[in-house]
C-alpha cells in the first residue's frame, strides 16, 4: 500500500489534529481495516505519513455522503492497493464534487494551520487559481477544505499559474459533459422504468439504495478510468517524442 512506502512523519497525535478528528477514531479506523498501521519507529512509536492523511480525509467525505462504515469498508476494499496520497485525494476531491458546495470562511493563520506549512502570497495565488479558495479581505479566505490537501500536494509541482488554469478549464468541460451522459442515461433507463413501477414496493426499495450508493460507484469508475487514460496517454506522449 502507498502509505507504507512513503516517508512517515506524523505520531499519531499529530495524525490526529492534521486530520480533525480523535485518536480514539483513528484507533477504530486501524482495527477496522481502514487505515493501514503506522511504520514502528525508535522507541516503538508509529508514524503515519501523507497516505495516512488522504484516507482520512477520504473516510470522511463518505461519511458525510451518507455511507455507513461497512460501506465505506467495501468502498475502500475495491480502491486498487497501489494509490498514491495524491490519488486518494482525487478521490476525496470528487466524491465531495457531488455534495453541496460548503465554503467556510478562514483566517490565514487557520488556512496555514490546515495546510500544514506556512503559504506565500504566491501560494495562495495558485491555490485560488485552482478553486480551493476565494480571496474574502485581508488575510481572510472562503476554502474549499475538500480540495485543500491536493491543492497544497501541487503547490510543490513546477506548473506554470497560467498551465493550472488551462488544465482546470478542461477538467471542468470534460467533467460537466460525462455527468450530463450519465444522467441522461440514468434518466431514461433507469428513473423512466422506476416511475412506471412505483406502485411495487420491491422495485421502490431498489431504487432507493441505488440512489443511496450510485454516486461513490459512479466517482470510483471515473477516478479509474481518468487514471489508467492519463498513464496510457502519457505513457504514448513520452514514447513517441523518445
Do not use: C, N
Request: charged share 25%; hydrophobic share 40%.
Amino acid at each position: 500500500m502507498a502509505t507504507e512506502t512513503e516517508e512517515p512523519r506524523l505520531t499519531v497525535d499529530e495524525l490526529a489534529a492534521r486530520a480533525g478528528v480523535t485518536v480514539r477514531t483513528i484507533r477504530f479506523y486501524s482495527t477496522r481495516g481502514l487505515l493501514p498501521p503506522p511504520v514502528i519507529g525508535p522507541r516503538r512509536v508509529g508514524h503515519y505519513g501523507t497516505g495516512h492523511l488522504s484516507r482520512l480525509a477520504l473516510i470522511e467525505e463518505l461519511q458525510h455522503q451518507g455511507m455507513t462504515l461497512a460501506a465505506i469498508e467495501r468502498y475502500l476494499e475495491q480502491l486498487p492497493p497501489d494509490l498514491s496520497a495524491q490519488d486518494l485525494a482525487i478521490h476525496r476531491a470528487l466524491v465531495a464534487s457531488w455534495a453541496p458546495e460548503s465554503a467556510e470562511e478562514v483566517g490565514r493563520q487557520e488556512l496555514e494551520r490546515r495546510a500544514g506549512r506556512a503559504l506565500t502570497d504566491q501560494d495562495v495565488d495558485r491555490l485560488a487559481a485552482m478553486g480551493v479558495l476565494d480571496r474574502a479581505g485581508r488575510d481572510a479566505y472562503r476554502l474549499d477544505g475538500g480540495l485543500l490537501r491536493l491543492g497544497v500536494e501541487l503547490l510543490d509541482v513546477p506548473i506554470a499559474h497560467e498551465t493550472i488554469l488551462a488544465s482546470r478549464t478542461v477538467l471542468l468541460e470534460h467533467a460537466r459533459a460525462a455527468a450530463h451522459d450519465l444522467s441522461r442515461l440514468f434518466r431514461d433507463e433507469v428513473w423512466g422504468p422506476y416511475r412506471e413501477r412505483e406502485s411495487d414496493p420491491d422495485h421502490v426499495a431498489a431504487m432507493k439504495s441505488l440512489s443511496a450508493h450510485m454516486q461513490p460507484l459512479v466517482i470510483q469508475a471515473l477516478v479509474t478510468a481518468f487514471q489508467r487514460s492519463l498513464r496510457e496517454e502519457l505513457r504514448a506522449a513520452f514514447t513517441t517524442e523518445a
